[in-house]
């Protein structure tokens, strides 16, 4: 965008901040760059996914649970596609074997198996959202 | 312009390079393996990707997880930095293939010297002189012998794909050669992945002078002249410094000569972006090829500060399509820089490494000081990568001055907690022959022979 005097780049929010605010970079005549932030809906990356129950805001005790790290990086997917129900959700069962999520990396999607044995009792990844090596995605009561 | 690059590296250099691209108004990734938590580099990133544990092979090695922090956090491109996958064809490829631009020479470039023999046989193509040697891999014993008797005794039996001072063996004789070259293959099949080896003559009282180049996309390529780097401690590099006290006092001609020959050799592999031709130098003033290492240098500060270009800036410029705007008549050269690097080593321990908590960190300053350095007070060092720990560049107007500062620095350098190179590197300082400008690559071993290891525990 191009005004009389003025140049005004959007760019785009960074995403581990968790703040939703897009930076503006307002540069005068003078050169000197003012900020001024503005508030916008964030963008997300991922193609638009499906609502999923979010997780519940009661407090979740972390006594005798057990975190599901990703063994990956990449994106977080809680359902095989967009359009399917999650592949588990809270309270469900779960074995060594169960599939609990998808990570995406450059294009191919990787089931992610449970790898222990107990009931799922929190969610701890929003679907479509980026996840690093290690990071927790599920807090799982051991059986 | 690029709006994001990621850091695929880790230590001092990731964080010269977010301090490049800060400078340049882009934004920055930084991988971390679960050992670097808390590492320099990810505190001054704009942004933090965990892509593995400690161990290299886990983390910092692993391409698909790199390439996902890529994707995910959208960058433009990826610095590799040096070691890890800054040399890895395949790695270059992906990233294009991916549509994230890599900062390096182009996987064409990088094949085309792809390892020591491959290299060695374009320089003879096109004229560069390169040690006397075996014409390409030697396959058997008897062609090791053949060739020895041939180029004469001592030799070197060197692996193909080594690098970094690494997988390197001296035969004096024939008895020494059937051993050592059984050895060498073994080694480098362990070590490297590929049991290749050949065989060059082994130069006595050399002198290790490498040039830095740059090459744009168009293929213009200027050299920014030379760096000396013969003191060095089982072919590791300990102190490196420009201009080469050989060529100022002694071989003038030679640094137009071997410029020109190092961009010979560029232009016949297509060469884009930093790199640098390593040679050997005779007492007599006979230069020798060696090899080319496609990647930004530890040591490339001292360039850096006496022609005032910033190279990791040329590197990103140069990656973004931009046409080298230094020609290389503009090149000037100023004064005289002196680089140590710090290791977390026991010098009165043969070098083991000491990886521990720093205590307390006062890094030294004023003039003419540079500290390209990661660390900080409670950093403990973690075990798993290389022992350095900085590096200190000293500049001045010319070598006395330099090395007077550099002096004064090691002397106000306080590291505690951990045991480092800094006495080591006073007592060098402190040395005749040193301050005098005369050594080989033999000076090392010499200054820790006997007598000279008193001068060294009395400065500690």
Redesign the interface.
Request: hydrophobic content about 45%.
């Given at each position: 965008m191009e005004r009389e005097g003025f140049k005004i780049r959007m760019?785009?929010g960074?995403?581990?901040s968790g703040s939703s605010v897009v930076e503006e970079h307002v540069i005068s005549e003078a050169g000197q760059v003012t900020q001024l932030p503005v508030a916008q809906p964030s963008q997300t990356?991922a193609p638009t996914p499906p609502p999923v129950p979010a997780a519940p805001a009661a407090v979740i005790s972390a006594e005798n649970t057990k975190e599901i790290k990703a063994p990956?990086?990449?994106?977080f997917y809680r359902a095989p596609a967009p359009d399917a129900p999650p592949y588990v959700d809270i309270g469900a069962q779960v074995n060594e074997d169960t599939v609990v999520c998808i990570i995406e990396?450059?294009k191919v999607m990787n089931e992610i198996k449970a790898e222990i044995k107990g009931t799922i009792v929190q969610v701890l990844v929003e679907n479509g959202k980026?996840v690093?090596?290690?990071?927790p995605l599920f807090r799982v009561r051991p059986a | 312009m690029f709006e994001k690059i990621l850091i695929a590296n880790r230590g001092e250099i990731a964080v010269r390079i977010i301090r490049a691209c800060k400078e340049l108004n882009i934004k920055t990734v930084a991988v971390y393996s679960e050992a670097d938590v808390n590492s320099m580099h990810v505190q001054l990133a704009d942004e933090a990707i965990c892509i593995g544990p400690g161990p290299s092979t886990e983390s910092y090695l692993k391409i698909e997880r790199i390439i996902s922090a890529a994707e995910i956090t959208d960058v433009d491109a990826i610095h590799p930095g040096y070691g890890f996958l800054s040399e890895n064809p395949h790695f270059a490829d992906v990233c294009e293939s991916c549509n994230i631009r890599f900062i390096g020479p182009s996987s064409r470039a990088m094949n085309a010297l792809e390892n020591k023999a491959v290299s060695r046989a374009l320089a003879k193509k096109v004229g560069v002189p390169t040690p006397p040697g075996s014409e390409g891999i030697v396959e058997t014993q008897e062609e090791a012998l053949m060739t020895a008797k041939r180029i004469g005794y001592p030799v070197l039996i060197k692996a193909v794909a080594g690098g970094g001072g690494r997988g390197m063996r001296v035969a004096h004789n024939d008895i020494s050669l059937m051993k050592g070259y059984v050895a060498a293959r073994t080694e480098a099949e362990k070590s490297f992945g590929n049991s290749g080896v050949y065989i060059e003559k082994f130069i006595e009282n050399s002198h290790h002078i490498e040039f830095q180049i740059l090459g744009d996309n168009r293929g213009n390529i200027i050299h920014l002249g030379e760096r000396d780097c013969s003191i060095q401690r089982r072919n590791q590099k300990v102190i490196e410094e420009t201009p080469s006290p050989l060529i100022e006092y002694k071989f003038k001609d030679l640094r137009k000569k071997m410029g020109k020959a190092a961009i010979r050799l560029a232009e016949a592999a297509h060469y884009t972006n930093a790199g640098t031709v390593e040679f050997l130098v005779d007492e007599k003033g006979n230069f020798y090829f060696l090899e080319v290492n496609k990647r930004i240098q530890v040591e490339h500060p001292i360039t850096e500060e006496v022609t005032g270009i910033d190279l990791v800036q040329q590197q990103i410029l140069i990656a973004m399509g931009e046409p080298l705007r230094i020609s290389q008549g503009n090149v000037q050269f100023r004064g005289h820089a002196i680089e140590c690097r710090i290791n977390a080593e026991d010098p009165f321990d043969d070098f083991r490494p000491c990886p521990s908590r720093i205590e307390m960190y006062y890094p030294p300053g004023g003039r003419g000081i540079r500290l390209d350095s990661h660390i900080y007070s409670g950093y403990s060092v973690p075990p798993y990568y290389d022992s350095m720990i900085g590096k200190l560049i000293a500049y001045g107007k010319d070598r006395r001055e330099a090395i007077d500062r550099m002096s004064r620095a090691l002397g106000e350098f306080i590291l505690t907690g951990i045991k480092t190179t800094i006495p080591f590197e006073q007592a060098i300082m402190q040395d005749p022959n040193f301050r005098r400008g005369v050594y080989s690559t033999n000076f090392i071993d010499q200054l820790l022979g006997g007598a000279r290891r008193e001068m060294i525990e009395d400065l500690a």
């Open positions: 760019k785009r960074p995403i581990f990356l990956m990086v990449g994106t990396a450059m980026p690093e090596f290690g990071q | -």
